[in-house]
């Protein structure tokens, strides 16, 4: 289908869509790149997909030549509304655009059955979308995320490793992480400052260790807010008892499981 579309650049001209910063907007053209994001979804016939802050549309293309079975973009830039209703059109139903800000949607109750999540996300509010979509993961069959790469590598993160922190151990906790590969500055327009990369979160069945989720939150607050610190002066105010539970009151924070968090968040419980 793409052969009947005008090209993304005639899109951008046609709607005056250069790239505002207030909209964190980096846009991606590149239709090879676009259709290996769509892949790293998966099969996504059987589901409908939502992709977050779809700019001129080139990943919406990509998700709809994939065969997604329904493709809902949310756009709060009016522009780009405007050009995603106007893309709509050539996909006979498929497409839905909503006109909002992703930050202030249920996303999970926009479509019934199958979802998966499938964005080039803007960054000044992609680690808050992801905290909201942790929350509700369950609705979710996958999420395939752009990212800076330093917040993708925090996600991907062991223990011991440097980027290993508190959005490494909450993703952790609930789902499996999968870094797909990196893309370019140089691949968007305009170029970002930083590299970025593609990750794909699939949720656990179940998460990996009994755990209350604000107490969780709390603890691993708590714990990388000074990193540096050993666990006993960085839990203090918590007032737990590591040794109880076999931790070593002077490890530090990026040493620890998740399931290890876990068990400190059970023991404050």
């Given amino acids: 289908m793409t052969k009947d579309l005008p090209p993304l650049r005639d899109i951008i001209s046609r709607f005056g869509l250069d790239a505002r910063k207030k909209f964190g907007q980096h846009f991606l053209l590149d239709l090879n790149l676009t259709a290996r994001i769509a892949r790293s979804a998966g099969n996504l016939s059987d589901c409908t997909v939502i992709e977050v802050g779809p700019g001129p549309g080139g990943l919406t293309r990509a998700l709809l030549e994939a065969e997604a079975k329904q493709v809902i973009a949310i756009e709060r830039d009016p522009r780009c509304v405007e050009a995603m209703e106007d893309l709509a059109r050539h996909f006979d139903g498929r ?22 999540i499938v964005a080039n996300l803007p960054y000044n509010v992609a680690t808050p979308l992801l905290i909201g979509w942790l929350h509700q993961i369950s609705s979710y069959e996958s999420l395939t995320l752009m990212f800076q790469k330093e917040v993708a590598d925090r996600l991907t993160a062991s223990p011991g490793n440097k980027t290993y922190g508190r959005l490494s151990v909450l993703t952790q ?3 499996h992480t999968n870094h797909d590969f990196n893309v370019a500055r140089t691949a968007f327009t305009p170029p970002p400052k930083v590299e970025s990369s593609v990750v794909t979160l699939t949720p656990r069945p179940t998460p990996l260790a009994e755990c209350n989720w604000q107490v969780l939150e709390k603890v691993t607050a708590a ?30 924070a990026e040493t620890l499981s998740p399931e290890q968090f876990c068990a400190i968040a059970r023991l404050i419980e």
């Fill in 95 to 116: 497409l839905k655009v909503i006109d909002a800000d992703a930050l202030e949607l249920d996303i999970s109750s926009l479509a019934e059955g199958p979802k998966k």
């Fill in 173 to 175: 906790w609930l789902c």
């Fill in 223 to 252: 714990a990388f807010g000074q990193r540096r610190k050993m666990l006993r002066a960085s839990l203090k105010s918590l007032h737990v008892d590591l040794e109880k539970i076999g931790i070593d009151p002077t490890a530090r």
